[in-house]
């Protein structure tokens, strides 16, 4: 990570090494149990679909980035979510920027709220985790997430262990393959598939998914 001066308030990035391991219902859930403000930045496109939003229009953050606009526009291009929780969106496919554009974005954010990035499946951005406090792993026990991760350059500060029954693979199995330690573990549950669903994830959060992001918040 980058050396700067200490910011007013965290970045968390969450990402995940393999598609389907519930990154975003995590950085979603994160940014409704953290302590407020917060900003939830939406990289993978999928944020509002999971917290039953309308899809916001306009250009959202990809715009942002591509037009190399003021910083003074991303509140702008916010919408709400609930009291003092904002949602940046993606807005568009995003087209690759550099590590000085990732730090204005997170400065520019982290002055007023604590931020909470969902980047999705996949390696993040290089320039992105430079800029960032904390990155978050959301994985399964699944030897194909982890092999995936062991190809990948990025390795997280701390793992998000979503847990589900008839995993052969431990929680001592995933910190070693890492190389970080789990720091919450969130069972796999039909109730919050259900809040997700019916898009009420923001007032029907689970008690569980509160308590233990809670901790890692």
């Given amino acids: 990570m980058a050396t700067r001066s200490p910011r007013p308030h965290p970045v968390t990035v969450c990402w995940?090494?393999?598609?389907?391991?519930?990154?975003?219902?995590?950085?979603?859930s994160l940014a409704l149990t953290r302590a407020r403000p917060v900003?939830?930045?939406?990289?993978?496109?999928?944020?509002?679909?999971?917290?039953?939003?309308?899809?916001?229009g306009g250009p959202g953050l990809a715009g942002w980035l591509a037009a190399d606009a003021p910083p003074d526009r991303l509140?702008?291009?916010?919408?709400?979510?609930?009291?003092?929780?904002?949602?940046?969106?993606?807005g568009g496919p995003l087209a690759p920027t550099t590590p000085t554009r990732w730090g204005t974005l997170l400065d520019t954010l982290a002055r007023d709220a604590?931020?909470?990035?969902?980047?999705?499946?996949?390696?993040?951005?290089?320039?992105?985790?430079?800029?960032?406090?904390?990155?978050?792993?959301?994985t399964r026990a699944c030897y194909l997430a982890l092999r995936r991760l062991v190809a990948l350059t990025a390795r997280p500060d701390g793992v998000v262990l979503v847990e589900e029954p008839g995993r052969a693979l431990r929680r001592d199995d995933v910190e070693r393959t890492?190389?970080?330690?789990?720091?919450?573990?969130?069972?796999?549950?039909?109730?919050?598939?259900?809040?997700?669903?019916?898009?009420?994830?923001?007032?029907?959060?689970?008690?569980?998914?509160?308590?233990?992001?809670?901790r890692a918040a």
């Avoid at 900003?39 to 916001?56: F, H, N, R, S």
């Avoid at 789990?182 to 998914?209: E, F, K, N, Q, Y």
């Fill in 39 to 56: 900003v939830l930045v939406d990289l993978a496109g999928e944020v509002p679909a999971v917290l039953g939003l309308a899809e916001p």
């Fill in 114 to 138: 604590a931020v909470v990035v969902d980047a999705g499946a996949g390696e993040p951005d290089a320039g992105l985790l430079e800029h960032t406090d904390r990155s978050l792993l959301v």
């Fill in 16 to 28: 995940s090494a393999k598609g389907g391991s519930g990154c975003t219902v995590v950085a979603a």
């Fill in 178 to 214: 890492v190389g970080a330690p789990v720091v919450a573990t969130v069972a796999v549950d039909p109730v919050v598939a259900r809040a997700v669903d019916a898009g009420l994830l923001t007032g029907r959060l689970p008690r569980l998914v509160e308590r233990e992001l809670g």
């Fill in 75 to 90: 509140h702008d291009l916010s919408v709400p979510v609930v009291d003092d929780v904002r949602l940046l969106p993606r």
